[in-house]
């Protein structure tokens, strides 16, 4: 399975990703048949290098434009700003929407990585990125 990215929206993550640093981002992406349409930042309420929530009344907003632009939930990204750009057992334990997937911010020197993952029923599975360009 492969997600399909256009660079706009790689580059819009991982600004908020960066922005945030040395705190973890989050966020959800949206779209239609694997193809990403749309990145939603979301406040991280916890404000930690290590853990993350979403802001509930942010999230809510998030789910309500997507469901009045015709989109469907795609990914959950957040950022590991210590490292590494996988999952950890704490976000494995917390994957809480089945089928979609989580993409990991991960710093490679100067620069920001990303790999995304399915978490479905503890496994931990990595998904193909297609950049796009548009």
């Known amino acids: 399975m492969a997600l399909r990215l256009p660079r706009r929206l ?10 945030v640093s040395p705190q973890e981002a989050c ?15 979301v406040r991280n309420e916890l ?3 290590t853990h993350f929530r979403m802001d509930a009344a942010e999230q809510w907003a998030a789910f309500q434009a997507m469901e009045a632009e015709g989109l469907e939930l795609l990914a959950i990204y957040h950022s590991h700003p210590n490292g590494p750009a996988g999952p950890s057992q704490q976000d494995i334990l917390n994957a809480g929407y ?24 503890g496994a931990k599975i990595e998904l193909e990125l297609q950049l796009q360009d548009e």
């Open 98 to 121: 089945p089928g979609v997937a989580h993409l990991i911010w991960s710093p490679v020197g100067d620069e920001w990585a990303c790999r995304a993952f399915l978490l479905d029923t």
């Open 47 to 49: 404000v930690s290098p």
């Open 27 to 41: 966020g959800l992406l949206a779209g239609r048949d694997g193809q990403a349409q749309a990145v939603y930042a």
């Open 10 to 19: 790689w580059q819009q993550m991982r600004r908020h990703v960066a922005a």
